[in-house]
């Protein structure tokens, strides 16, 4: 995208910026803050979250708080590329749930000058890297790790501990399913 200024030709710059931590931390909620933003300087934004995410809503991408904003679900991250075009802003929740191709899609949108703005668990419930984030951040201009407080002793939490015995990567919930826990009492819970 270039504009003319003073006979000039300036290019604007793409850029990733990524938005991590725990389940319940705020990561949608400081998606929405942005993108809700950028809307409001009249920037041309598009959102997209992954399709199997119908928790609280199939074409919204809605907080834990019940903010919410009108997304696009696609099933892969190629979509997105397909549909990200003649805007400003991009933005993409529950990136954990993407598959690896996110990072080259994400870069390919940057490239041509369009933010993007990624929110996703960094961590799946046992603690491991999730999804295509690490990849992000790898790549990304700006990172934000946010965090929850943990529901056993009140520190800052960052893992997302599972509450029941499910062994399978993706189970969609809630805090019936999933509670916020810190380092220490993350620790403790897995010895058990």
């Known amino acids: 995208m270039f504009l003319e200024s003073n006979n000039k030709n300036i290019q604007h710059k793409g850029w990733i910026e990524v938005i991590a ?3 319940f931390s705020g990561k949608t909620e400081e998606l929405i803050r942005r993108l809700k933003r950028a809307k409001f300087a009249k920037q041309r934004v598009e959102i997209f979250k992954p399709e199997i995410d119908t928790r609280y809503s199939n074409d919204e991408v809605v907080s834990h708080d019940s903010n919410a904003i009108l ?11 397909m549909l990200a ?3 400003d802003v991009v933005g993409i929740d529950e990136a ?3 598959d690896k191709a996110l990072v080259d899609v994400c870069n390919n949108i940057a490239n041509r000058g ?5 929110a996703g668990l960094d961590m799946d419930f046992q603690g491991k890297p999730f999804g295509p984030i690490p990849e992000l951040f790898a790549v990304a201009e700006y990172i934000t790790k946010v965090h929850a407080i943990c529901m056993r002793c009140g ?3 960052q893992y997302s501990h599972r509450l029941s015995d499910s062994e399978k990567l993706i189970v969609l919930g809630e805090k019936s399913e999933y509670e916020p826990l810190c380092r220490t009492c ?3 819970s897995i010895k058990k």
Do not use: W, Y
């Open 21 to 23: 931590g725990s389940m």
């Open 114 to 118: 369009i933010r993007v703005i990624v």
């Open 155 to 157: 520190d800052l939490a």
């Open 71 to 81: 997304s696009t679900p696609v099933n892969s991250s190629g979509n997105i590329l």
């Open 186 to 188: 993350f620790g403790k």
């Open 85 to 87: 075009n003649n805007i």
């Open 96 to 98: 954990q749930f993407f």
